[in-house]
């Protein structure tokens, strides 16, 4: 049986009509830059992050990028972040002379470890040259914000949510001994969010949004995704052309109104591979570790929380390297995320992270691998993975 990574066919089919009127729409209208379109996803985008403010722009890259610009980023300047995670996180601090601070990761979650920003940030000479705190909530769960925004809050140091795997993926904020449930990107001074195709949300290109509760930090980005153009030729600020595409817009706004089902369905889905991991007896082995939602329980009395969007299913496995190859051999389509933690990418090397010792990442990115966890995917289609994967061990 073949079983791709990730079938996009089989989420256009059932929305195509509704996409191509969009699309037909956007082409009539001939305004293709800025306008209508990208004003109402970005209402719609604030309404569903439960921000004052969304500003589109040009990918999940120039979101990180342009809110570190707003924020003043600069040269020899630190951003406190997570070595485990997409290219991008790293790579939009660099581009501005800006140094990464690694904090390790929670060995659970995968996300950063807030006991270990708080060891790095006690350093009072560290802690001052630090301009942004941004952790990555990886592979569509929170990471514990709570404890990072009191940190962040205490020294003054505003946070970037890097929310690119994790649209609509909820935390349960404790606010006067009651749990609120606040949604990725929307806790931190800015948000940040990628729509690539194979995201939850994805658009048919390129595409991001910038979703924040600050007036004055939604005016500052606006004004930078332009080139820090105020008016025709008047240029206050140094920006660049990071404006969402309208024709994306107007596809992430049909999408938008069909994604809580796709959540749920990922979820189950997840739940699904829980089971046979543990039938198949590859749990109790000890070669399958399967992800731990870790906000479930807090979730448990309220209906339809996304606790968890699982923009990935990634298990932790013996002989990962092995079982990859046995199984695209299969036709099964699996990635692993990510196979070098950033402190060791070779861009980096003449810093001083490069030498760090990050083992949680490091033994992260050894054993874990992702499986097939889109919403069309088919039971029958995770039994016979599983199954394969049961075979593999018993071999």
Aim: glycine residues 8%; hydrophobic residues 45%; contains cysteine.
């Amino acid at each position: 049986m073949k079983i791709p990574l990730l079938d996009l066919k089989a989420q256009l089919d059932p929305i195509r009509d509704e996409i191509m009127a969009a699309i037909t729409a956007t082409v009539d209208s001939t305004c293709y830059i800025m306008g209508p379109q990208i004003e109402l996803f970005e209402k719609n985008m604030a309404d569903y992050c439960g921000t004052g403010a969304a500003i589109g722009v040009s990918s999940g890259t120039d979101a990180l990028l342009a809110s570190l610009m707003a924020l003043g980023v600069g040269r020899d300047d630190l951003v406190l972040t997570t070595p485990y995670s997409f290219f991008a996180t790293m790579g939009s601090i660099l581009r501005l002379g800006a140094r990464p601070v690694f904090a390790d990761i929670d060995p659970v979650t995968f996300n950063i470890d807030p006991a270990k920003v708080a060891a790095l940030l006690a350093d009072s000479s560290l802690a001052a040259r630090v301009k942004a705190i941004m952790p990555v909530h990886l592979f569509g769960q929170c990471a514990d914000m709570a404890p990072l925004l009191k940190i962040a809050g205490e020294l003054h140091i505003p946070v970037v949510e890097d929310a690119a795997q994790a649209i609509g993926a909820a935390y349960p904020m404790t606010v006067d001994g009651a749990v609120q449930w606040q949604k990725a990107g929307s806790m931190g001074l800015y948000g940040c969010f990628s729509f690539f195709p194979s995201k939850n949300l994805g658009g048919m290109g390129d595409g991001g949004m910038v979703v924040t509760n600050s007036d004055k930090m939604a005016k500052d980005l606006r004004l930078i995704r332009v080139h820090g153009d105020i008016s025709k030729y008047q240029h206050t600020v140094v920006g660049g052309n990071f404006r969402l595409d309208a024709m994306q817009a107007a596809i992430l706004n049909v999408k938008l109104l069909h994604l809580p089902k796709w959540h749920a369905a990922r979820r189950q889905n997840a739940t699904l591979y829980n089971a046979l991991f543990k039938d198949a007896g590859l749990v109790e082995a000890g070669y399958v570790a399967t992800p731990q939602a870790v906000y479930q329980d807090a979730a448990a009395a309220g209906e339809g929380v996304d606790y968890h969007i699982y923009n990935q299913y990634v298990i932790r496995v013996k002989d990962r390297d092995a079982l990859r190859d046995y199984l695209l051999e299969q036709s099964i389509g699996v990635a692993v995320y990510y196979p070098i933690p950033l402190h060791k990418q070779k861009c980096v090397a003449d810093l001083a992270s490069s030498r760090l010792s990050l083992p949680v990442s490091e033994k992260a990115a050894a054993e874990t691998l992702a499986l097939p966890i889109y919403p069309e995917l088919t039971s029958e289609m995770q039994e016979y993975l599983v199954e394969r994967i049961r075979a593999f061990y018993k071999k």
